[in-house]
């Protein structure tokens, strides 16, 4: 079946540093993929999503680009904040059905 | 602005109580569902429900139920509550679109079971 896999966390990191968080996927057909964050507290939020290959989602100064060749959409970011510190989702869609598939979530922690 | 609520944010009970934890959108929304977030393992699809009256089963629906009695609302039942349904629980719902529609959450329900 389908499954998405991202790196484990927590990813610690001082502000204004680089980011990426890794997410790979397996999927029959053509899936569309999506991060979402879940800051402290607060259930999940679209962060961003691409719905087909070589599409880049971008939002808030985070990008990533679907790469079917790599099964690949790892998020990044050129210069984190502290506000960012929150847990990141890798998650698919597949064509015709409404049941996402999420990835085991990254902790993120910025410090000042 | 588009809302998703549930009725608790922490909850308590014992084993073997029945639980009812609801759901409420006020965006019209025909698709509602329900997830369970555990460390390690993500969220996972319980139950969801494409209309009124109308469900289907996740990829964990054992051990739960739910009803739609009205298209805003959306209950899910643990007819008796076990330890290892201690858990942080996620509403979402979306609307019917030929292509992806996005999935708005609620601030999920923190449930322990003694």
């Known amino acids: 079946g389908d499954s998405v896999t991202q790196m484990e966390g927590p990813v610690t990191l001082s502000e204004e540093a680089f980011l990426t968080i890794n997410c790979t996927y397996t999927?029959?057909?053509?899936?569309?993929l999506f991060w979402y964050v879940q800051y402290p507290g607060e259930g999940l939020q679209l962060l961003l999503k691409?719905?087909?290959?070589?599409d880049k989602g971008s939002n808030k100064g985070f990008e990533a680009t679907y790469r079917k060749e790599t099964t690949s959409f790892h998020l990044e970011k050129g210069s984190v904040q502290v506000s960012d510190s929150a847990v990141y989702f890798c998650?698919?869609?597949?064509?015709?059905?409404?049941?996402?598939?999420f990835g085991t979530g990254t902790r993120l922690l910025v410090s000042p | 602005d588009v809302k998703v609520t549930q009725s608790s944010r922490y909850l308590v009970k014992r084993t073997g109580e029945k639980v009812f934890l609801e759901c409420v959108q006020d965006?019209?929304?025909?698709?509602m569902f329900w997830y369970r977030q555990d460390p390690g393992l993500g969220l996972r699809l319980i139950y969801f429900?494409?209309?009124?009256?109308?469900?289907e089963k996740g990829d964990i629906p054992e051990g739960y139920s739910v009803s739609r009695e009205k298209k805003e609302r959306f209950s899910l039942i643990l007819e008796s509550a076990s330890t290892n349904q201690t858990s942080m629980y996620l509403c979402?719902?979306?609307?019917?679109?030929?292509?992806?529609?996005?999935?708005?959450f609620g601030p999920g329900t923190r449930l322990t079971v003694l």
């Open positions: 998650a698919l869609l597949n064509t015709g059905f409404q049941k996402l598939v």
């Open positions: 999927a029959t057909g053509y899936p569309s």
């Open positions: 965006m019209d929304h025909e698709n």
């Open positions: 429900s494409y209309d009124v009256k109308m469900k």
């Open positions: 979402a719902s979306s609307r019917v679109a030929g292509g992806y529609s996005e999935q708005f």
């Open positions: 691409a719905t087909k290959a070589d």
